[in-house]
């Protein structure tokens, strides 16, 4: 399986390139020999700005575009920025310290970037020369561009053409930071195409790669044993081996998980997450101190195999890994993706499919928002209450289980309704932990509990918010994505009694640290009461052994140490509060902002200045309004936005995926990847190991993975997604006879059968001759397409086996994959005559034998002649068929070991001798009846066919007459014998 790329991503120098060209394989290149550059523009490197302009005296001005900072923080979303005055010219320029050779430079365009622009150079700050042609930015991206000009210059300039209308109104043009820089902005060693990017990674060039074959297991013993054998469950269909998982290694050519404190990873000893992996031709080591660190060098690994192990049927391969040593642990203890149940349902399975789809990029906490104002989806039974609790739980799921979202949905689709028994709740925790998954139980409150309100009358008390129904005692069921509406009494001890026999189920059923309280949008409580609820809330949850976890609103309470607070929005309550809550009172942070971490929000428009046009059928737009791209979600560092909190205080991050427009897992993966493998490398990957255009390189080859998981994804276009393929081996059962294949397999994100060719050579000495097409999944806008399989009618002259090669191509590439043609040996015999004398010659030819091998040529079981086939498998030769056989149908046989054909012959008797009768009167004591002798030395005497039975009425009576005879002479013979002793 070789993919070649057309961005640019070359090969690995060295011996292991020959080796795995040999294989059909591939690797991409390290990283360049020359260091990082310097943005040379920035104030502290010397840089001096002036601009046209600004939008607002005293604000927004042209020196916090060479601040360094490139973006908003979660104070003030709108700091740091430069916008120029409404009807400038719009223009911002930046004289540096000395004249400079530029390597590219870099501007971070705010929401309102230019429509068109140019850059342009100058030495003198007079004269300028265009040095890139008209620019047409996407708004709220990073733009990098390289400059067309010679020589060193003193001055860089942002020349505004037009600007980008807001809501249809042209204000000025905006930008956060303004780079130019003397070189490459980062250089980074090589990753190969692992996602999230590891802390280590050494490929060894002049080493052969490992090859995994049919031999091959995988050792796992003791705390390594899970992972070994989810591992083989995965490599097991595609590459059709056997692959046993053992306690103890073989001779060699095995992959081997080991556990224990001898695996400490250097550097990172006492982290259970970090793992090594050690690769070379004799086998695969994967060590770790913990079970989850070996979990995790798994899913590297998978990364380093072909994508095609991925693949639910047998492919060719070959099933290499390169040479490589890898180092790794993670920056933060807590990367999670959140999935909302209580808006649209999500069933077991689907819950099972979003974690094995997100594990492999390392997310290590599911957070479920369990219940909301639309429905209620865990079960809570009765038993346990306290004395004097009438409240039927069970309400909860027969009443509100049925509720759901009313609006939003895909065609009109309402929200799906359901919720988990409590054993289904256990299979979910059972399924993330044995992928080292914590699982975080979310009951929102003590607002978003409109569905708890309609289905339990207790908790329906002068505080609650909204008003009940007088009919029913309860409010209705609410199925829009309004908020803010509802609240529960906090004030009222009914609440209490709820909450606290909910979460001692729920903490009972949960094996994991946290439990989550929600606590955002409560905007008809008043502060006084939220704060005494959330007090209170805290004490419920540490009384029950967990801790306390709630969004942003949280810090308004007197959070204690080691309470997890969740940012979300900087306009929010509680959001100033935060750092202080993490930093005085040891509350830890988890960050999940919501503009770039949302997962629910819509992906880029198709015009960037409408946020109402999009290309996402589904999803919100509040958050983040246009440009939710990749990058958007990759390029921002979480300990950025909260430059004084203490380093230690950083739990990690989380990125939720709210569901007001999300119906089944389809749609949930659909708006959830690629952006959740952003977010979890920025909790995985140092801050200053990564780079955009780096991971979106080694995203692009995840592509298909993913397709090949069935995992749906949006193949975003700001993304070259590979094209890679897999040939499939045949069996062709007969040389000469045109057939049908299947004869691979090839992924291509985002793409249509139409946009996919490819050529097969087969190997036999003919010219390559075009593939079919077909597409295995009919992709829509919702669901992505691009598997496709690869077939050709072909003839093969002769049987043998050949080793052909299949080339796809795509807008993004072209791939080769390998493909071996087992064509069969087909005997055919083909004789001269079907019809032929007894004692006389027939020619046969023989072909489609293994050639130099001998045949054995039979008539009716009797062997008739031995000749070896020629170099081609045939061979041309006369047989005499015998004179003793009978007239009558026979098939003369050819075999060749489990070879054998056959050819009907009709034999014709051999003209009937002149017979001697014997003497009756003195017979000769030798005489058996045999027809006497002749003078011709060549003849042989014809005995029936078959040993001698006759085949014609007149025949049979002749033979009866003939054994009369021969009965009396032998009896008369031996009386006489008797007689005379």
């Known amino acids: 399986m070789k993919r070649t790329q057309t961005t640019g991503r070359g090969l690995l120098a060295g011996a292991l390139v020959g080796t795995m060209a040999a294989l059909g394989l591939s690797l991409p290149a390290g990283a360049d020999s020359h260091e990082a550059g310097t943005n040379v523009a920035l104030a502290t490197n010397g840089g001096e700005v002036t601009a046209s302009g600004q939008e607002l005296a005293g604000r927004w001005g042209p020196a916090l575009a060479i601040d360094g900072v490139t973006s908003g923080t979660s104070t003030d979303p709108q700091a740091s920025r430069w916008s120029s005055n409404t009807a400038d010219d719009a223009w911002i320029q930046v004289e540096l310290d000395e004249p400079t050779e530029v390597h590219h430079v870099t501007l971070y365009w705010e929401a309102a970037c230019a429509r068109q622009y140019r850059l342009q150079t100058s030495t003198d700050g007079e004269t300028w020369t265009d040095a890139t042609g008209v620019v047409e930015p996407r708004c709220g991206t990073v733009d990098r561009q390289t400059l067309d000009v010679e020589g060193p210059v003193s001055f860089v300039r942002m020349q505004g053409i037009d600007r980008t209308p807001i809501g249809g109104t042209e204000f000025g043009i905006s930008l956060w930071e303004l780079q ?53 469950d995965i490599m097991r269909p595609s590459t059709g081996f056997e692959l046993p998982v053992v306690d103890e290694p073989g001779d060699g050519g095995d992959i081997t998980l080991q556990v224990g404190p001898e695996h400490a990873v250097p550097g990172h000893t006492g982290n259970p ?17 913990d079970a989850h660190g070996v979990f995790n060098g798994v899913q590297t690994l998978r990364q380093l195999f072909p994508s095609f192990l991925e693949y639910d049927e047998v492919t060719s391969g070959p099933w290499a890994v390169p040479a490589v040593s890898i180092l790794d642990a993670p920056r933060f203890d807590y990367r999670g993706i959140m999935l909302d149940v209580a808006r649209s349902f999500q069933t077991v399975d689907e819950v099972k499919q979003y974690i094995d789809a997100l594990v492999q990029f390392k997310m290590n906490h599911l957070h479920l928002h369990l219940a909301d104002d639309q429905g209620w989806r865990i079960e809570i039974t009765n038993e346990g209450r306290v004395e004097g609790d009438d409240i039927d739980y069970t309400r909860l799921t027969s009443i509100s289980g049925g509720t759901a979202m009313t609006e939003q949905g895909y065609n009109d689709e309402p929200g799906r309704t359901g919720f988990y028994t409590q054993e289904d709740y256990a299979e979910i925790v059972d399924y993330a932990a044995e992928r080292h998954v914590v699982i975080v139980p979310e009951i929102d409150t003590p607002g978003h509990t409109q569905a708890a309100l309609h289905a339990i009358p207790q908790l329906n008390t002068e505080g609650a918010a909204p008003e009940p129904d007088p009919a029913t005692g309860v409010p209705p069921s609410h199925g829009t994505g309004e908020v803010g509406h509802s609240t529960l009494d906090t004030r009222n001890e009914v609440t209490y009694t709820f909450l606290e026999h909910v979460w001692s189920q729920i903490a009972e059923m949960t094996p ?25 809330m805290i004490d419920v949850v540490e009384d029950l052994g967990k801790e306390p976890f709630g969004w942003n609103e949280l810090a308004l309470a007197d959070v204690h140490e080691g309470n997890v607070i969740q940012f979300w929005a900087a306009n929010t309550a509680g959001a100033e509060l935060a750092p202080e809550r993490v930093n005085e009172n040891g509350a830890k942070m988890i960050v999940s902002d919501s503009a770039r971490a949302y997962l629910d929000q819509r992906y880029d428009g198709d015009d960037p200045n409408d946020p109402n046009d999009s290309v996402s059928p589904i999803g919100l737009s509040w958050a983040c309004r246009d440009n939710c791209t990749v990058e958007r979600y990759y390029d921002w560092d979480p300990q950025a936005l909260f430059p004084d909190v203490n380093a ?45 255009d780096d991971f979106a390189g080694r995203l692009a080859t995840l592509g298909g993975r993913l397709t090949l998981q069935d995992h749906n994804f949006y193949a975003t276009p700001e993304i070259e997604w590979s094209v890679d393929a897999a040939g499939i081996d045949q069996q062709v059962e007969q040389a000469g006879t045109a057939t049908e294949m299947t004869l691979g397999v090839a992924t291509a994100p985002g793409t249509t ?72 040996y087909t005997p055919s015999i083909v004789l001269d005559d079907d019809e032929v004398q007894a004692g006389e010659d027939v020619g046969v030819t023989l072909a489609g034998f293994v050639p130099g091998a001998p045949i054995v040529l039979s008539l009716d079981g009797t062997v008739l002649a031995t000749v070896d086939a020629d170099d081609e498998g045939g061979a041309v030769l006369e047989v005499t068929i015998p004179a003793t056989t009978a007239a009558g149908a026979y098939e003369l046989t050819a075999r060749q070991g489990t070879l054998e054909v056959g ?60 054994g009369l005879v021969l009965l009396a ?10 007689l005379t002793r």
């Open 180 to 232: 130019v820089w003397d070189g490459p902005e980062v250089v980074l060693p090589e990753a190969l195409d692992i996602v999230p990017r590891p802390v280590s990674v050494e490929v060894d060039g002049d080493a052969d790669p490992f090859i995994l074959d049919s031999t091959s297991q995988i050792v796992a013993a003791g705390d390594a044993a899970d992972s070994g054998e989810m591992l083989a």
């Open 969 to 978: 002479a032998g009896g008369a013979i031996l009386l006489r014998r008797r």
């Open 512 to 536: 994991g640290p946290y439990l989550h309280v929600g606590g955002d949008e409560s905007h008809v409580t008043e502060e006084e009461d939220y704060i005494y609820f959330m007090d209170r």
């Open 753 to 824: 059968a139409e946009e996919i060719s490819g050529t097969v050579d087969f190997g036999d000495g003919s010219d390559p001759v075009p593939v079919t097409v077909t597409a295995t999944r009919e992709g829509d806008e919702l669901h992505v397409n691009g598997e496709y399989l690869l077939s050709a009618e072909h003839t093969f002259a002769a049987p043998g086996t050949y080793t052909g090669m299949v080339t796809t191509t795509g807008p993004n590439g072209t791939a080769t994959a390998p493909v071996t043609f087992d064509v069969a």
């Open 648 to 692: 230690e205080g950083f739990l990690g991050v989380e990125g939720p995926l709210w569901s007001e427009t999300v119906r089944g897992i389809d749609q949930a993966l659909w708006l959830v990847l690629p952006r959740a493998a952003a977010l979890l490398e920025i909790g995985w990957t140092e801050q200053d190991q990564r780079l955009y």
């Open 273 to 289: 997450e970090a793992y090594t992996l050690e690769a070379d031709e004799d086998g695969i080591t994967v060590s770790a101190t």
């Open 903 to 962: 050819a009907m012959l009709t034999v014709t008797a051999a003209p009937a001798p002149t017979p001697t009768d014997p003497s009756p009167t003195d017979p000769s004591p030798t005489d058996t009846g045999s027809p006497a002798p002749t003078d011709d030395p060549t003849h042989r005497p014809t005995p029936p066919r078959g040993g001698g039975l006759p085949n014609t009425g007149a025949e049979v009576g002749a033979a009866l007459l003939a």
